[in-house]
């Protein structure tokens, strides 16, 4: 059955339901000149999006993943665009009904709609786009309270905490401050964890009046993903002063899917930060019985509860404390647990002696937790960490990675890219599966949030349903022949020496699939020696020239004056020189990754210039110029580049870049097609050069007439 066919029975289903023919639209434009198969409109606005797959696009109704599947995102994706309540996918013999939900969680409706159901549907969505903007208007008052007050970290947590919990129908805490101009209640009142004000920080304040900001909100009312909005907006703006980390809601709920949760599991948030991952949990359907949370201050506890309350049931557990203290309580009071979850603090550095490597020297935080995760990991239980890609791509973590991840279980790597908003350090999601034999075989995906937003939006990670259904099916069928990913999302690589972050692995399957893919491709220090520059420098003295990163161009060299050194710098090091048929490449910089061959002369080369003397029995020194520029090299390159603040080359990385080495003949060929084109653009520059003299001559010559 062919798409205009579907379309066709499409109609006469809604037909059936009782929609008016006239008000059923087919091949209706949307935004940024997408078309959509049909459209159900009711007083003028869109009702139902219908959206066409076949074949194996079709999704499985009892797809455990069904939230994530590629074609469900892409019709809530065009729902959400044109503002439809309701969306359908059909192949023409099933119909699945959506309600649109921008929170990225879309759920199927167990029945289909008709006709005089929608107005009772716009009813209940005018209501609550109503109720939530009458609740964004009160958070905002409570807010500017906050400021005019000056309030200590604790007080709007604890506010919140009370008002949500006489809600549920524990009314204790919100009437004893409600009465309490200042002071602090008995720690009796609070279940959840050691009362958090221990001191005063601040001025007094009416506890009362924030109170019935509060009540008049109707926040309680809200649904639990509209009231995880609301409690993003008080996070966001209160007050952190011990900076708890509070990823984002895309990544939790990315990790919590990754964790594969089953059911009655003990599962374990090392690092809970605010509560972000549990309430992910929540979302995904986990029990709160099954959750085990450490945070690292009391307040953080308010926070992971409060993020809880909407949910009704039982709270968590919930530990304050540090974890990673020997004796703390998930020594001792915990059995091992079957998942792990991790979001531990980045780059701290962990100086007491039970943190220290073999070398005796201090662990980094997230190291640390990682560690502390595998001692309390059952046999064949599952950890979902969030680690720098520093961690997972610097040399001097090599022996972490190799002793601790390699050895655990390492099955995917999933890198989220800046994930923080307004934070430069790229990270990624590391699955560890311990009942998994040590492979060398890793998943790897792109799984960065383009939006960078701190809620999780449907429309913040398009491709994520494509990445997570290719590692379910990586789970399950790890043959060898594993497909490639036509995408260059997601790619089956055996590990390399050196780094595990994703971005040179997707690019070196990128290779394989553009034109040179039918020729041999090696790594390039088989065809070439590789080493690097020396220690030089710029000295106003010099008499030396020396070529810095700067210099170095695509296929060019363009040497700054500048660029002198003295004598006795250069016999320093006597290797680091580069002669006639050396290429050189850019190890820093703008120009990261760009190579130059000598045509001419000799040069020295500082250190962060890579020397390659090709093997010109096996490849031309101009070819391999011309192919280390080429996207074929240069993206994985770049990708491959480390460093947090400034990318940069290393020995190895440059050593084991992947280059095409089609037959000599061939590279003689390319050689003389990029020659020539060369030559065309600098007569080109030239001439260009030459006109705009002329036009910079009539215009001092007032065009050469006379002015009269």
């Excluded at 949760?261 to 099954?290: C, F, H, S, W």
Aim: proline share 6%; with cysteine; hydrophobic share 40%.
């Amino acid at each position: 059955m062919n798409e205009s066919k579907i379309i066709q029975v499409a109609v006469e289903h809604l037909l059936a339901l009782g929609y008016p023919r006239n008000s059923i639209d087919t091949e209706v434009e949307a935004g940024r000149g997408r078309r959509l198969d049909a459209v159900v409109f009711h007083m003028g606005r869109a009702a139902i999006v219908i959206e066409v797959k076949r074949g194996e696009l079709f999704p499985d109704a009892d797809d455990k993943l069904l939230p994530f599947n590629a074609s469900v995102r892409q019709a809530q994706f065009a729902a959400v665009e044109v503002g439809a309540p309701l969306y359908i996918l059909t192949d023409g013999s099933n119909f699945l009904w959506f309600e649109t939900d921008p929170s990225g969680r879309p759920a199927m409706l167990p029945n289909e709609k008709r006709i005089d159901e929608l107005a009772t549907l716009f009813g209940e969505r005018d209501e609550r786009e109503q109720r939530a903007a009458s609740v964004n208007r009160a958070v905002r008052q409570l807010l500017e309270t906050s400021y005019a007050q000056n309030w200590s970290p604790e007080t709007l947590p604890l506010l919140l905490y009370a008002y949500l919990q006489r809600a549920r129908g524990d009314a204790a805490l919100y009437e004893y401050l409600a009465r309490h101009e200042h002071g602090r209640p008995p720690a009796s009142l609070v279940d959840v964890h050691e009362f958090v004000l221990k001191q005063d920080r601040g001025a007094p304040i009416a506890y009362h009046q924030a109170l019935d900001i509060l009540s008049t909100s109707r926040l309680d009312e809200l649904s639990p993903s509209d009231t995880l909005r609301i409690v993003d907006t008080l996070m966001l703006r209160s007050s952190n002063w011990h900076g708890s980390l509070r990823i984002p809601r895309w990544t939790a709920d990315l990790m919590v899917r990754l964790a594969r949760i089953g059911l009655g599991e003990r599962v374990l948030d090392l690092n809970g930060g605010m509560g972000n991952l549990a309430a992910a949990g929540r979302l995904n359907g986990v029990d709160t019985k099954q959750f085990t949370i450490c945070v690292q201050h009391s307040t953080d506890a308010l926070w992971t509860a409060i993020q809880q309350l909407p949910f009704g049931g039982a709270l968590p557990k919930v530990y304050v404390g540090n974890p990673l203290q020997t004796g703390s309580y998930i020594d001792s009071h915990r059995a091992p647990a079957d998942c792990i979850v991790i979001a531990p603090p980045f780059g701290a550095v962990l100086r007491d002696t039970n943190h220290l490597q073999a070398n005796g020297r201090p662990l980094a935080s997230e190291e640390a937790y990682i560690h502390k995760a595998l001692s309390l990991l059952s046999p064949k239980g599952r950890i979902v960490a969030i680690l720098p890609n520093g961690t997972l791509s610097s040399p001097l973590k090599k022996s972490f990675r190799d002793d601790v991840l390699r050895q655990n279980g390492l099955t995917a790597v999933l890198d989220v890219g800046t994930f923080l908003p307004g934070s430069s350090v790229t990270a990624s999601i590391v699955v560890l599966e311990r009942s998994e034999a040590y492979s060398k075989r890793i998943f790897f995906a792109n799984a960065q949030c383009r939006l960078l937003e701190d809620h999780f939006d449907c429309r913040e990670v398009p491709a994520l349903a494509h990445v997570i259904a290719r590692l379910e099916a990586w789970r399950h069928d790890r043959r060898n022949d594993f497909p490639t990913d036509d995408t260059g999302l997601s790619a089956v690589a055996e590990l390399d020496e050196g780094a595990l972050n994703a971005a040179p692995y997707l690019a070196q399957q990128a290779q394989l699939k553009m034109p040179f893919a039918s020729f041999e491709h090696v790594y390039l220090e088989s065809v070439a020696e590789v080493t690097k520059g020396g220690a030089v420098t710029r000295d106003s003295a010099g008499t030396v020239p020396f070529i810095g990163p700067g210099a170095i161009r695509p296929l060019e060299i363009n040497l700054d004056p500048a660029d002198r050194a003295s004598e006795s710098q250069v016999k320093r090091f006597p290797k680091a020189v580069v002669v006639e048929g050396d290429i050189v490449l850019n190890g820093l910089s703008t120009y990261l990754a760009a190579a130059a061959l000598i045509e001419t002369g000799q040069y020295s080369i500082n250190r962060h210039v890579f020397r390659i003397r090709a093997d010109r029995d096996r490849v031309l020194p101009a070819y391999l110029a011309i192919a280390i520029n080429s996207r074929y090299v240069r993206d994985s390159l770049r990708q491959s580049a480390s460093g947090s603040t400034i990318k940069m080359l290393t020995l190895p990385m440059v050593r084991r870049a992947i280059v095409p080495v089609p037959p000599l003949a061939i590279q003689h060929e390319i050689v003389h097609r990029v020659g020539a084109a060369k030559a065309e653009r600098d007569t080109a520059g030239e001439v260009f050069r030459m006109r705009e003299l002329a036009l910079n001559s009539l215009i001092d010559d007032l065009g050469a007439g006379d002015a009269a």
